[in-house]
């Protein structure tokens, strides 16, 4: 009976936790909808007086991208600011025959008339924040503008977002991505479908209201007087931009979310890059959160409310954990609930935390129709893209527990680049990336046997109780092993 009870304590836990997540993105939604609402009367540089216009440095923190480096350099040349004005460092680390490559490319538009520069380290100490570290030394620039190697900025970029720096408290612009491949397969389908949720509600939800908000890494601005002022880029977490951007707004910077000005990148196709892509975002969740945790609360200069969301913002790679315990659990719970008679209030008021999943729904939902539009035939194919995003979430969670759980106890990993494959809409490009991982990693065993395991929790509905079967829990375990076998199967096959 004790070991019943540990379970049913753990079980609660996990479901308030992802309740009071599921409240949270419910606020953050209300934030949205009213800031769609508000005029942005922002003062911005007039670019039309040439003096007002600032000098700008672009950076490109790039490791071993043979197969993106023409198209990025021949995008980014192709910005369109006053030369006199622009620098552009590529900031190229790699160890590989794309060195050669850039170094061709660079010198051609040097001939251009273009202020580049390719900049190399003998090291890769502190990877992705030690490269821009270092670049950061010698740029010109007043305002750093960072992309990585798979965005592709509009040519007017630089003049949608660098006005913004006219009030001296922004210390960032940061842009919304967007997606080129967004509809190449279901596994690129749902890593947009996440991506868009942060960066419609997510965003636009803390933004508007004076949260924290992060940095992403790319297709945004910083002004340099703000990263010296929150004390550089530091590469002792694997979320370098996360890090820096709470340490900017606990010096109270200002964060502008230009939600309208979206900048097209490309999505992972294969599953061992979004493996390896979302373990390093939720470990380095879980890292800022020990690292930044004190710092939040003990503030002088943050309102409870934002404390509050920063905190969550912090720990939202750890709701993984409290979904796999819940999905885990779930299984013997069955059981205890067809046991044990005298715990049936118990069920009953444990029952209404299906209003999470309802929560996350309807949320989901403003940010569907935001990009596609609203109507009937629409909301249908919402319906099929949520419970895919889902189940396919769900899939991935003992994957990234394991990540938030490494980060929590502060086990260090190398950064593991994301590779990127220039597809061009061929379905098969990706086969011969030679920066594929091939191996995959001995937790995709344990993700087939969770995949059995829930086909088990299926057939234990037809057997547990008097009453010929206990129904409620059917729909969640059979979305957990479409789930789970989706992420095997793919893992194994190595499948775009």
């Known amino acids: 009976m004790v070991i019943e009870y540990i379970v049913i304590l753990i079980y609660s836990i996990s479901l308030v936790l992802i309740f009071m997540y599921a409240l949270a993105q419910l606020n953050l939604l209300f934030n949205y909808l009213k800031a769609r609402k508000k005029v942005d009367n922002s003062e911005k540089f007039d670019f039309s007086n040439t003096k007002e216009i600032p000098f700008v440095t672009i950076q490109l923190p790039v490791y071993n991208e043979l197969y993106v480096m023409e198209r990025l350099l021949k995008n980014i040349a192709k910005l369109e600011y006053p030369r006199e004005k622009l620098e552009i460092q590529v900031l190229d680390d790699s160890t590989d025959e794309s060195v050669e490559i850039t170094a061709n490319l660079v010198q051609k538009i040097q001939e251009q008339g273009i202020d580049i520069q390719h900049i190399r380290r003998t090291n890769r100490q502190g990877f992705k924040a030690g490269a821009l570290k270092e670049g950061l030394k010698i740029a010109k620039g007043e305002f750093i503008a960072i992309f990585d190697a798979d965005f592709l900025p509009q040519k007017d970029w630089l003049y949608q977002t660098v006005p913004y720096f006219k009030d001296p408290e922004i210390g960032v612009v940061q842009t919304r991505w967007g997606h080129i491949n967004r509809n190449y397969s279901t596994l690129t389908k749902i890593q947009a479908f996440a991506l868009d949720a942060h960066f419609t509600l997510e965003q636009v939800g803390r933004n508007s209201q004076g949260h924290f ?35 900017a707004q606990l010096k109270n910077w200002k964060f502008k ?175 011969s990336n030679k920066y594929i991982k091939k191996k995959p990693s001995i937790h995709v065993v344990l993700e087939g046997l969770l995949a059995i395991y829930f086909v088990f929790g299926m057939y234990s509905a037809f057997i547990v109780g008097n009453q010929g079967g206990d129904f409620g829990l059917f729909p969640f375990h059979f979305m957990l092993f479409i789930g789970f076998s989706y992420v095997f199967f793919k893992s194994i096959f190595s499948k775009a």
């Not at 992060?214 to 002792?236: H, L, M, S």
């Not at 380095?284 to 404390?307: C, D, H, L, P, Y």
Request: charged share 20%; glycine share 8%.
């Open 213 to 247: 908000i992060n940095f992403n890494g790319t297709a945004g601005v910083w002004r340099k007087e703000c990263i010296y002022d929150a004390g550089n880029w530091e590469g002792d977490t694997l979320t370098e931009d996360l890090d820096l951007s709470y340490r």
């Open 257 to 431: 979310y230009l939600e309208k000005v979206v900048t097209p990148a490309e999505l992972p196709v294969v599953i061992s890059a979004a493996r390896s892509q979302q373990f390093r975002w939720n470990k380095g969740g879980a890292e800022n959160f020990q690292k930044m945790m004190k710092r939040v609360i003990t503030s002088k200069n943050v309102s409870f409310k934002t404390k509050i969301h920063s905190l969550l913002h912090l720990l939202n790679s750890s709701m993984f954990t409290c979904i796999f315990l819940v999905a885990v659990l779930s299984v013997p719970m069955l059981y205890i609930k067809n046991e044990y008679e005298h715990l049936k209030i118990y069920f009953y008021v444990m029952s209404f935390f299906v209003i999470s999943s309802l929560i996350f729904f309807v949320c989901y939902w403003y940010m569907f129709k935001n990009i596609y539009g609203g109507g009937f035939v629409r909301f249908i194919k919402y319906i099929g893209s949520f419970f895919t995003f889902f189940s396919i979430a769900m899939g991935f969670s003992l994957h990234n527990t394991i990540a938030v759980l490494e980060g929590h106890l502060g086990k260090k990993s190398e950064f593991i680049r994301t590779p990127k494959f220039n597809i061009n809409g061929l379905k098969d490009g990706w086969k």
